[in-house]
T-cell receptor
Framework: AQKITQTQPGMFVQEKEAVTLDCTYD???????LFWYKQPSSGEMIFLIY??????QNATEGRYSLNFQKARKSANLVISASQLGDSAMYFCAIAGGGNKLTFGTGTQLKVEL | DSGVTQTPKHLITATGQRVTLRCSPRSGDLSVYWYQQSLDQGLQFLIQ???????AKGNILERFSAQQFPDLHSELNLSSLELGDSALYFC????????????FGDGTRLSIL
């Protein structure tokens, strides 16, 4: 069984500042992947970033980086230089060998001027 | 644009009815996944197909069924609909069946009256 915990229901950040969204996980799979998705108010699910459990380096994709701490079972998302368009719900997810995603409850991010 | 196409975008129907949701995966993707997003249950994995074969099953009700056709498009059939089936239904796809990013369609919003 796999579980994702996102403890921040809502977050505020000023435009151009960096923000960290927390995610902890639990899994019995020896090999797994961690994912972050963005869901704007329009409803679509947008893939942001992926980290494999055996990857030595933290994943980065443009302004997104994943702070992966395996011993702590955490996979926090860092968004640098926040923009108004970053306002959305953010979901952390985990997949084991079968690649079925287990999602957390999400963090609602609001970027303010 | 993720490259995953879902139709219809919206569906309104009554209790007891049957509906079919359609999904075309990204070009070259062999694996298709279905997820349900509801207010009370969050995002839940329903079922996965890989190259026409059922690969994994999640919390999918017996009233629900799915299939993947030779051209790789997939359909999710929901029957004997209940009020609680109202949700956003997502299809996602990935190139293979192992752990890797899934790209989501825009979803079908199902409303049961």
């Amino acid at each position: 069984a796999q579980k994702i915990t996102q403890t921040q229901p809502g977050m505020f950040v000023q435009e151009k500042e960096a923000v960290t969204l927390d995610c902890t996980y639990d899994t019995s799979d020896p090999s797994y992947g961690l994912f972050w998705y963005k869901q704007p108010s329009s409803g679509e699910m947008i893939f942001l970033i992926y980290q494999g459990s055996y990857d030595q380096q933290n994943a980065t994709e443009g302004r997104y980086s994943l702070n992966f701490q395996k011993a702590r079972k955490s996979a926090n998302l860092v968004i640098s230089a926040s923009q108004l368009g970053d306002s959305a719900m953010y979901f952390c997810a985990i997949a084991g060998g079968g690649n079925k995603l287990t999602f957390g409850t999400g963090t609602q991010l609001k970027v303010e001027l | 644009d993720s490259g995953v196409t879902q139709t219809p975008k919206h569906l309104i129907t009554a209790t007891g009815q049957r509906v079919t949701l359609r999904c075309s995966p990204r070009s070259g993707d062999l694996s298709v996944y279905w997820y349900q997003q509801s207010l009370d249950q969050g995002l839940q994995f329903l079922i996965q197909y890989y190259n026409g074969e059922e690969r994994a099953k999640g919390n999918i009700l017996e009233r629900f069924s799915a299939q993947q056709f030779p051209d790789l498009h997939s359909e999710l059939n929901l029957s004997s609909l209940e009020l609680g089936d109202s949700a956003l239904y997502f299809c996602a796809s990935s190139p293979r069946a192992g752990v890797q990013p899934q790209h989501f369609g825009d979803g079908t919003r199902l409303s049961i009256l």
